[in-house]
């Protein structure tokens, strides 16, 4: 099955500062969204973007689909951003396959 | 906006007791779905379920989970006889239709099995 890895693991930032996490699939995919999961479990959805570009704030994502890699970039951090960010994707079947993560620790 | 809403947020059973998890997708979608995550975890998808039946359901959802869609809105997930292991996170989703589409989740119920 398809295989989705995120980096890095984890990052710890100073409030403020900029990051871009990084999610790689190992077969094109029809589906790809991002999730926000705060500190008390709860999954947000942030983007659906099977290929381009979004905005939403200061968070903006890409996914080139043809490479198989999708960014997510969050600019002036702050520590509500703290939690792990999922990238999921989808390939053929109606259901995501989810990645590792990156455990993100923002610093006041 | 419509968001897909779960009860109860935080659920505490004995084991082998029997849970029932509740989910009301968003009112015109047609796909829905069952997902979970153990503590530290990546999510897994366990279930998707259209038209009424079953589309698809992983090695985990074994026979002790079952799945309904009772009264046209409400869209549950039973577990028999809970096991310590079942402890997790489980994630409701739905959407419009399988292709092309957005997957709205639930924020989660966090199953603790003691």
């Known amino acids: 099955g398809i295989q989705v890895e995120q980096s890095p693991p984890d990052l710890i930032l100073q409030e403020g500062a900029n990051s871009t996490l990084r999610c790689n699939f190992s077969?094109?995919?029809?589906?790809l969204q991002w999730f926000h999961q705060n500190p008390w479990g709860q999954l947000i959805n942030l983007f659906y973007?099977?290929?381009g570009t979004k905005q939403n704030g200061r968070l903006s994502a890409t996914t080139v689909a043809t490479e198989r890699y999708s960014l997510l970039y969050i600019s002036s951090s702050q520590t509500t951003d703290s939690g792990v960010y999922f990238c999921a994707v989808e390939r053929g079947t109606y259901k995501y396959i989810f990645g590792t993560g990156t455990r993100l620790k923002v610093l006041a | 906006e419509p968001e897909v809403t779960q009860t109860p947020s935080h659920q505490v059973t004995q084991m082998g007791q029997e849970v029932i998890l509740r989910c009301v997708p968003i009112s015109n979608h047609l796909y829905f779905y069952w997902y979970r995550q153990i503590l530290g975890q990546k999510v897994e998808f366990l279930v998707s379920?259209?038209?009424?039946?079953?589309?698809?359901k992983s090695e985990i959802f074994d026979d002790q989970f079952s799945v309904e869609r009772p009264d046209g809105s409400n869209f549950t997930l039973k577990i028999r006889s809970t096991k310590l292991e079942d402890s997790a996170m489980y994630f409701c989703a739905s959407r419009t239709y399988g292709g092309a589409t957005e997957a709205f989740f639930g924020q989660g119920t966090r199953l603790t099995v003691v």
């Open positions: 379920f259209y038209n009424n039946e079953i589309s698809e």
């Open positions: 077969d094109s995919v029809n589906n």
């Open positions: 973007i099977p290929s």
